[in-house]
T-cell receptor, first 113, second 113 residues
Protein backbone atom coordinates (compact mmCIF):
# COMPACT_ATOMS: atom_id res chain seq x y z
CA UNK A 1 0.00 0.00 0.00
CA UNK A 2 1.42 3.42 -0.93
CA UNK A 3 2.45 5.59 1.99
CA UNK A 4 3.95 8.96 2.79
CA UNK A 5 7.51 8.77 4.03
CA UNK A 6 9.53 11.36 5.93
CA UNK A 7 13.21 11.74 6.71
CA UNK A 8 14.88 12.02 9.08
CA UNK A 9 12.77 10.58 11.88
CA UNK A 10 14.61 12.75 14.40
CA UNK A 11 16.69 15.86 13.81
CA UNK A 12 18.65 17.69 16.47
CA UNK A 13 19.97 21.12 15.58
CA UNK A 14 21.36 24.18 17.26
CA UNK A 15 19.45 27.42 17.45
CA UNK A 16 20.09 29.58 14.39
CA UNK A 17 20.90 26.67 12.11
CA UNK A 18 18.99 25.84 8.95
CA UNK A 19 17.13 22.55 8.71
CA UNK A 20 15.44 20.80 5.82
CA UNK A 21 12.76 18.24 6.52
CA UNK A 22 12.01 15.87 3.70
CA UNK A 23 8.86 14.12 2.62
CA UNK A 24 7.96 11.79 -0.21
CA UNK A 25 4.19 12.02 -0.77
CA UNK A 26 2.11 9.28 -2.36
CA UNK A 27 3.07 9.29 -6.02
CA UNK A 28 -0.16 10.29 -7.76
CA UNK A 29 -1.23 12.84 -5.14
CA UNK A 30 -1.40 16.51 -6.08
CA UNK A 31 -2.00 18.34 -2.78
CA UNK A 32 0.72 18.52 -0.14
CA UNK A 33 0.72 19.78 3.41
CA UNK A 34 2.92 20.38 6.43
CA UNK A 35 1.60 20.32 9.98
CA UNK A 36 3.40 20.51 13.29
CA UNK A 37 2.68 19.37 16.82
CA UNK A 38 4.48 20.96 19.73
CA UNK A 39 4.66 18.49 22.62
CA UNK A 40 1.37 18.41 24.48
CA UNK A 41 -0.39 20.73 22.03
CA UNK A 42 -2.65 20.37 19.02
CA UNK A 43 -1.54 19.39 15.55
CA UNK A 44 -1.41 22.74 13.70
CA UNK A 45 -1.65 23.46 10.00
CA UNK A 46 1.42 25.18 8.56
CA UNK A 47 1.09 25.26 4.78
CA UNK A 48 -0.59 23.71 1.78
CA UNK A 49 0.97 23.36 -1.65
CA UNK A 50 -0.68 22.68 -4.99
CA UNK A 51 0.35 23.13 -8.60
CA UNK A 52 3.88 24.10 -7.57
CA UNK A 53 2.88 26.96 -5.34
CA UNK A 54 1.71 27.67 -1.82
CA UNK A 55 -2.08 27.69 -1.75
CA UNK A 56 -2.49 28.63 1.92
CA UNK A 57 -0.24 29.27 4.90
CA UNK A 58 -0.92 29.84 8.56
CA UNK A 59 0.34 32.64 10.78
CA UNK A 60 3.04 30.28 12.03
CA UNK A 61 4.51 29.98 8.54
CA UNK A 62 6.55 33.17 8.55
CA UNK A 63 9.54 34.20 6.45
CA UNK A 64 11.75 31.69 8.24
CA UNK A 65 9.81 28.84 6.60
CA UNK A 66 9.76 27.78 2.98
CA UNK A 67 8.55 24.77 1.04
CA UNK A 68 9.70 23.29 -2.19
CA UNK A 69 8.98 20.42 -4.52
CA UNK A 70 12.42 20.16 -6.09
CA UNK A 71 11.61 17.16 -8.26
CA UNK A 72 8.66 14.91 -9.03
CA UNK A 73 8.79 13.04 -5.76
CA UNK A 74 10.13 15.10 -2.84
CA UNK A 75 8.41 17.83 -0.85
CA UNK A 76 10.59 19.73 1.60
CA UNK A 77 10.12 22.13 4.49
CA UNK A 78 13.03 24.43 5.23
CA UNK A 79 13.44 26.44 8.40
CA UNK A 80 16.05 29.06 7.72
CA UNK A 81 17.17 29.97 11.24
CA UNK A 82 15.71 27.67 13.86
CA UNK A 83 14.44 28.89 17.21
CA UNK A 84 13.90 26.92 20.39
CA UNK A 85 10.14 27.19 19.87
CA UNK A 86 10.42 25.39 16.52
CA UNK A 87 11.00 22.16 18.45
CA UNK A 88 8.05 19.97 17.49
CA UNK A 89 6.92 16.95 15.51
CA UNK A 90 6.47 17.90 11.86
CA UNK A 91 4.02 15.90 9.77
CA UNK A 92 3.80 15.85 6.00
CA UNK A 93 0.54 14.84 4.31
CA UNK A 94 -0.73 14.40 0.78
CA UNK A 95 -4.12 14.18 -0.89
CA UNK A 96 -5.38 13.03 -4.24
CA UNK A 97 -7.55 15.18 -6.50
CA UNK A 98 -11.24 14.38 -6.09
CA UNK A 99 -10.83 13.05 -2.55
CA UNK A 100 -10.90 14.86 0.78
CA UNK A 101 -8.87 12.61 3.02
CA UNK A 102 -5.19 13.28 3.64
CA UNK A 103 -2.53 10.63 4.21
CA UNK A 104 0.15 11.41 6.75
CA UNK A 105 3.76 10.45 7.11
CA UNK A 106 5.25 9.20 10.41
CA UNK A 107 6.63 12.64 11.26
CA UNK A 108 10.04 14.17 11.92
CA UNK A 109 10.81 15.12 15.48
CA UNK A 110 12.82 18.35 15.43
CA UNK A 111 14.73 19.28 18.56
CA UNK A 112 16.34 22.72 18.65
CA UNK A 113 18.94 23.19 21.41
CA UNK B 1 -12.82 30.91 14.12
CA UNK B 2 -12.72 27.16 13.76
CA UNK B 3 -11.88 25.07 16.80
CA UNK B 4 -11.96 21.38 17.63
CA UNK B 5 -11.97 20.07 21.21
CA UNK B 6 -11.46 16.60 22.66
CA UNK B 7 -11.04 15.14 26.10
CA UNK B 8 -7.45 14.17 26.79
CA UNK B 9 -7.67 10.69 28.30
CA UNK B 10 -9.89 7.63 28.27
CA UNK B 11 -9.30 4.32 29.99
CA UNK B 12 -11.39 1.21 29.28
CA UNK B 13 -11.19 -2.51 29.98
CA UNK B 14 -10.49 -4.95 27.17
CA UNK B 15 -13.73 -6.14 25.59
CA UNK B 16 -15.68 -3.03 26.59
CA UNK B 17 -16.76 -0.31 24.18
CA UNK B 18 -14.83 2.94 23.99
CA UNK B 19 -16.45 6.24 23.13
CA UNK B 20 -14.21 9.14 22.19
CA UNK B 21 -15.86 12.53 21.89
CA UNK B 22 -15.12 15.64 19.87
CA UNK B 23 -16.79 19.01 19.39
CA UNK B 24 -16.22 21.40 16.53
CA UNK B 25 -17.30 24.93 15.84
CA UNK B 26 -17.22 25.45 12.09
CA UNK B 27 -20.70 26.22 10.83
CA UNK B 28 -20.08 25.47 7.16
CA UNK B 29 -20.28 22.08 5.53
CA UNK B 30 -17.33 20.07 6.61
CA UNK B 31 -15.75 16.69 6.53
CA UNK B 32 -14.89 15.22 9.92
CA UNK B 33 -12.16 12.66 10.39
CA UNK B 34 -10.81 10.27 12.96
CA UNK B 35 -7.12 9.42 12.93
CA UNK B 36 -5.18 7.00 15.12
CA UNK B 37 -1.59 7.53 16.20
CA UNK B 38 0.39 4.67 17.71
CA UNK B 39 3.74 5.33 19.39
CA UNK B 40 6.41 6.28 16.87
CA UNK B 41 3.98 6.06 13.97
CA UNK B 42 2.18 8.56 11.77
CA UNK B 43 -1.48 9.50 11.70
CA UNK B 44 -3.53 6.61 10.36
CA UNK B 45 -6.90 7.48 8.84
CA UNK B 46 -9.63 5.43 10.52
CA UNK B 47 -12.83 6.83 9.10
CA UNK B 48 -14.57 10.04 8.12
CA UNK B 49 -18.07 11.46 7.82
CA UNK B 50 -19.59 14.40 6.02
CA UNK B 51 -21.50 16.88 8.14
CA UNK B 52 -24.85 16.13 6.49
CA UNK B 53 -24.72 12.51 7.74
CA UNK B 54 -25.81 11.20 11.14
CA UNK B 55 -23.90 7.98 11.40
CA UNK B 56 -21.32 5.82 9.72
CA UNK B 57 -20.34 2.28 10.65
CA UNK B 58 -17.22 0.46 9.59
CA UNK B 59 -16.64 -2.91 11.27
CA UNK B 60 -15.91 -2.16 14.96
CA UNK B 61 -16.03 1.60 14.44
CA UNK B 62 -19.18 3.70 14.63
CA UNK B 63 -19.16 7.45 14.08
CA UNK B 64 -22.12 9.43 15.38
CA UNK B 65 -22.69 13.06 14.48
CA UNK B 66 -25.00 15.46 16.30
CA UNK B 67 -25.13 18.36 13.89
CA UNK B 68 -27.16 20.60 16.17
CA UNK B 69 -24.58 20.37 18.97
CA UNK B 70 -21.64 19.98 16.58
CA UNK B 71 -20.66 16.87 18.50
CA UNK B 72 -18.87 13.91 16.96
CA UNK B 73 -18.13 10.60 18.62
CA UNK B 74 -16.13 7.52 17.72
CA UNK B 75 -17.28 4.28 19.26
CA UNK B 76 -14.93 1.30 19.20
CA UNK B 77 -16.73 -1.95 19.93
CA UNK B 78 -14.96 -4.82 21.73
CA UNK B 79 -11.90 -2.69 22.45
CA UNK B 80 -8.60 -4.55 22.30
CA UNK B 81 -5.17 -3.75 23.75
CA UNK B 82 -4.03 -3.00 20.19
CA UNK B 83 -6.48 -0.11 20.16
CA UNK B 84 -4.37 1.73 22.73
CA UNK B 85 -3.24 4.88 20.94
CA UNK B 86 -3.98 8.58 20.58
CA UNK B 87 -7.13 9.34 18.58
CA UNK B 88 -7.39 12.66 16.76
CA UNK B 89 -10.55 14.29 15.55
CA UNK B 90 -10.12 16.72 12.65
CA UNK B 91 -12.37 18.84 10.49
CA UNK B 92 -11.84 20.10 6.98
CA UNK B 93 -14.30 22.84 6.04
CA UNK B 94 -15.42 22.60 2.44
CA UNK B 95 -15.13 26.38 2.27
CA UNK B 96 -11.38 25.96 2.61
CA UNK B 97 -10.19 25.67 -0.94
CA UNK B 98 -7.05 23.98 0.30
CA UNK B 99 -8.85 21.23 2.30
CA UNK B 100 -6.60 21.92 5.28
CA UNK B 101 -7.36 20.13 8.54
CA UNK B 102 -8.10 21.61 11.94
CA UNK B 103 -7.21 19.09 14.62
CA UNK B 104 -8.29 18.47 18.16
CA UNK B 105 -5.77 17.82 20.92
CA UNK B 106 -6.09 14.06 20.63
CA UNK B 107 -7.53 11.60 23.15
CA UNK B 108 -5.16 9.05 24.63
CA UNK B 109 -6.98 5.72 24.89
CA UNK B 110 -5.59 3.18 27.31
CA UNK B 111 -7.00 -0.32 27.17
CA UNK B 112 -6.56 -2.38 30.31
CA UNK B 113 -6.20 -6.13 29.97
Amino acid sequence: EPEVTQTPSHQVTQMGQEVILRCVPISNHLYFYWYRQILGQKVEFLVSFYNNEISEKSEIFDDQFSVERPDGSNFTLKIRSTKLEDSAMYFCASKDRGYYEQYFGPGTRLTVT
Amino acid sequence: GEDVEQSLFLSVREGDSSVINCTYTDSSSTYLYWYKQEPGAGLQLLTYIFSNMDMKQDQRLTVLLNKKDKHLSLRIADTQTGDSAIYFCAESPTTSGTYKYIFGTGTRLKVLA
